[in-house]
């Protein structure tokens, strides 16, 4: 049997998480999976417990900082940084139709404290920058205050409904909110 890196190990974890929730993630069934032993797993995590801390670390790595990265690094206007965080969040909710553990995590931090503190920063981060990107494209305080969680609200919600809100709907959702009041919807 071959030796897992760290980077196999939280991708299967988040991957095991979506499909299966909290109670899915087990040394064994991750073993299973990746098709290693129990040494590969001690190789890199002292046992469930630092695993849960790395895959909670990584999961707001992957799924928070990556993106408000990549929009930094890419456009330089407000409303251009706007329209590049949504198409990269729509790139992933339509890519490779593999559940997504943004519901898992959000359904684990209502039964586990540590899993709540890191939800509660991955909201609170996600809210307070499309605030900021909303201020710097020029809404008031109270607007950008109430934009950024109406967008981010937009998000979590399309995700919880049953089936979720597909890509190309929510981008014209998100398209329908950002555009100037009484202007056409850009395209």
């Given amino acids: 049997?071959?030796?897992?890196?760290?980077?196999?190990?939280?991708?299967?974890?988040?991957?095991?998480?979506?499909?299966?929730?909290?109670?899915?993630?087990?040394?064994?069934?991750?073993?299973?999976?990746?098709?290693?032993?129990?040494?590969?797993?001690y190789?890199?995590?002292?046992?469930?417990?630092?695993?849960k801390t790395a895959l909670l670390e990584y999961f707001e790595a992957e799924w928070t900082e990556r993106y408000i990265a990549a929009v930094e690094d890419g456009a330089?206007?407000?409303r251009a940084k706007l329209d590049h965080l949504v198409e990269l969040v729509l790139a992933d909710e339509s890519g490779s139709g593999a559940p997504d553990p943004e519901v898992a995590v959000r359904a684990w931090a209502?039964?586990?404290?540590?899993v709540r503190a890191v939800q509660e920063r991955v909201d609170r981060?996600?809210?307070?920058?499309?605030?900021?990107?909303?201020?710097?494209?020029?809404?008031?305080d109270d607007e950008a205050r109430l934009m950024g969680k109406a967008l981010y609200l937009v998000v979590v919600g399309a995700g919880?409904?049953?089936?979720?809100?597909?890509?190309?709907?929510?981008?014209?959702?998100?398209?329908?909110?950002?555009?100037?009041?009484?202007?056409?919807t850009p395209r």
């Fill in 1 to 41: 049997m071959s030796m897992a890196s760290k980077q196999d190990w939280l991708d299967e974890g988040l991957a095991v998480l979506a499909e299966g929730g909290a109670p899915a993630l087990t040394i064994d069934r991750l073993t299973g999976r990746l098709g290693v032993t129990k040494g590969s797993f």
């Fill in 43 to 51: 190789h890199h995590f002292r046992g469930l417990a630092d695993f």
């Fill in 76 to 78: 330089s206007a407000p």
């Fill in 110 to 114: 209502l039964q586990d404290p540590q």
């Fill in 125 to 140: 981060t996600r809210a307070e920058y499309l605030r900021a990107l909303w201020r710097a494209a020029g809404g008031t």
């Fill in 160 to 184: 919880h409904v049953v089936p979720p809100v597909p890509a190309d709907e929510l981008r014209d959702i998100y398209r329908l909110l950002l555009r100037p009041a009484g202007g056409e």
